[in-house]
Structure formats: structure tokens, C-alpha cells
DNA sequence: GTTAACTGTCACATCAATGTGACAATAGCT
DNA sequence: AGCTATTGTCACATTGATGTGACAGTTAAC
């Protein structure tokens, strides 16, 4: 690919993540116009609307499993590789802003990826709570629940945090919550 | 108005809630198809698909103001003041499943009615880190931020809690983390 | 049971977005 | 500099949603 048409390409994943993330029902049209493009150049690129949806979608899926790579979720202590784990995923979430769950819901392949991603974090989850460090009598589906709204949070309503102060604070209100007690 | 004319617009409200809720481009021939209506009878009763959202908004607004009401946030002791408001403001989350915040964004005059809602919960939140129920190196608006998701999460992701069940474990959580220390 | 309110339906105009064809202009690679 | 990939643009067909007019049929209220 030669390099303006790759930087093209980069511009409409990542301009078309930050306006679909505001509003899902933006056009193709605005997204290039966005781009500083032709509407027309991008439906060389991806071929229908869905085509698109799909590349963002992976594009944020791939950053987001390198993080849980490096993190090692699976082998690292989990309180070491929890807080690794927030303080990459919170410049990725900034990235790439779109709810995943909601724009997928009708791309089963698509879908499918997502879950993969997905239950790798549970395991983790389910791992933390194995070895002690969550309570036993709240169900993980919760704690996970919980995991990724902190991370939303301290990614979009705290733009000022860095990445290793996000990671902080979502970890100690995670475990701990907000109360005095 | 008419019993049945007050039924359909019922029957509209509660509709387009909840589909709206999926899916924010819905359209009004669908909503209607829904509610058991012919799309005629949407547009009499709104002019514009503006005035629907509007009036669905106003809806949740309208019985959000009334758990608060009810909970006596400014008056009674915060710790029961919270328990009360979230066990009322969780039927009301499953009752009017759409994000408010997304939809008003180009209503200003219904933002405007939305904010001062959410300043009653600012405030509560505020006075509840004066008496001694929050942490004081936590933002209160990070609290605030955590405690609508968790109504969310119990509201939406846990349906067979019932009211009570949830109040417990969102307002647990929130105060003490999900961690074992 | 009559009246007034409300609804369903056929039909229509409008508008905005999607997706396509062809060709000239431009930018990157060697 | 010259070849080739890539883009911008004019034009067009199609589709789906919004919003409106008129009128007959139905439902609730008194």
C-alpha cells in the first residue's frame, strides 16, 4: 500500500471511531469530510458502511489484546497485572471511544472476537478472585462490570489523568470503593 | 383526553423507550408497528420525531425527580437517603432504559432540565462527603460517575435482582469496593 | 344512541444517505 | 522524470425515513 493512501486509511478508522463514538448514525460523508477526504475514497476503501464499522471495531480490538499480552493476565500476580491491565487499556478506550457491544450486535463474526477478548478478562477476573483478592460473595460478572465502567470513567469523564494515575485510582476504588468505612 | 388516546400515548412513551434504548436510530414507523399503532397516529400526537424523544425524556425526568423526592435526599441521613434512592431509581432505570445523556445533547432547554436533576444528586453526594459517608481524596463527581453506573449495571445487567437486592449490593459496592482487604 | 374524539389507511411530496461509473488530476515510488 | 497507484469530482439510480391531506371507520363519553 503506498504511504498517502495508508495514512488515509488511518485517518478514516480513527476520525470515524471519535464521530461514530458521539453519535452512531453519522454518514460516511461527514466521517470524510472529517478526514479532510472525498466520500468517494472511502467507499474504495471499505465497500459498504458495515465494511467500516467492522474495521474500527477490530482496530480497537487488536489494540486492546496487545494490552492484555503485555499485561500477562494469565501469569503475571494479579494485582500487578490488574493495574498493568487499566493503565494500557485507558489510552486505547481513549483512541478508540466507540462502544464495541452496542455497534456489534448485528456482525455475528464480528461478535465473536469480541467475546474472545472478552472472556480473557473474565478468566483474569476469575483468576483475581480465585487467589484472594476479591470477595467471594459478589459475583464476578459484577466485579467485571465494575472494572470496565471505572475504566470508561477515568478515560472519558477524567481526560486529565495520565494513564499510570487513572490505572491508580481505578484500581483502589475497584477494591476498595469509595466510602470512609 | 380520551382513555384510549392516553392508553396509545402510553403505549407509545414505554415503546419507544425501550427500542430507542437499543437502537438510538429507530424510527417512528417501527415504534409504532411496536406499540400496536399506525404511524399516523405517532405524528398526531408529535409533531416530529424530536418532540417523541423529547417527551420519552421528559418521561424518565419526571419519574427520576419523584424517587428523589421520595428519598428525601436533602433531609434524611445519607446513608439511608442512598439505600432509599437507589432501590426507587432502579424500576425507573429498567422502566426508561435510555442513556439521557446521548439523546439531549441537541435539546438545550431539556438539558437544561436534566442538569438540574443532576445537580439534586451532585448535592447529595457533597453532603454526604461533609458528613463522613465518602472518602475525601476521591472527586466527588467520581463517585457520582460510579454510583450511576452501578444503578445501571444492577438495573440492566442483573434483571432478577429485585429493588431491595440491588440497593444492597450497589450501595456496598460502592462504599467497599469488590476487593477482599 | 348520539356526538365528538380518535384512529387506520391510501396516497403523495420531500429529503438525506447509500452505493456506483467514468475520467481527469495528483501524489508517491524507483 | 516517468510510471502507477490513488484520489477528487460531476452525475446518477436507489432506497428508506420523515412529514402531510383527506376521509371513512371506530371507540369512548354523555
Not at 489484546?65 to 498493568?84: F, I, K, S, T, W
Request: a negative charge; charged letters at 30%; zero cysteines.
Amino acid at each position: 500500500m503506498r504511504a498517502d493512501a495508508a495514512r488515509n486509511l488511518d485517518a478514516v478508522l480513527r476520525t470515524g471511531a471519535r464521530l461514530l463514538a458521539e453519535d452512531p448514525a453519522t454518514t460516511i460523508a461527514t466521517i470524510a469530510a472529517e478526514a479532510g477526504l472525498d466520500r468517494r475514497t472511502v467507499y474504495r476503501r471499505f465497500p459498504t458502511r458495515e465494511a467500516l464499522l467492522t474495521a474500527v471495531f477490530r482496530a480497537k480490538l487488536d489494540s486492546a489484546n496487545r494490552v492484555m499480552d503485555e499485561a500477562r493476565l494469565a501469569e503475571a500476580p494479579v494485582a500487578v497485572a490488574l493495574h498493568r491491565y487499566v493503565e494500557g487499556i485507558v489510552p486505547v478506550s481513549r483512541e478508540w471511544p466507540l462502544d464495541v457491544r452496542r455497534m456489534m450486535r448485528e456482525d455475528p463474526d464480528a461478535n465473536v472476537l469480541r467475546e474472545e477478548a472478552s472472556g480473557r478478562l473474565d478468566r483474569f477476573l476469575r483468576r483475581a478472585a480465585d487467589e484472594g483478592l476479591l470477595r467471594a460473595d459478589v459475583p464476578i460478572s459484577w466485579a467485571r462490570a465494575m472494572l470496565d465502567h471505572l475504566v470508561d470513567t477515568a478515560a472519558h469523564g477524567f481526560p486529565l489523568l495520565d494513564p499510570p494515575q487513572a490505572a491508580d485510582l481505578v484500581v483502589d476504588t475497584l477494591l476498595n470503593g469509595v466510602g470512609r468505612g
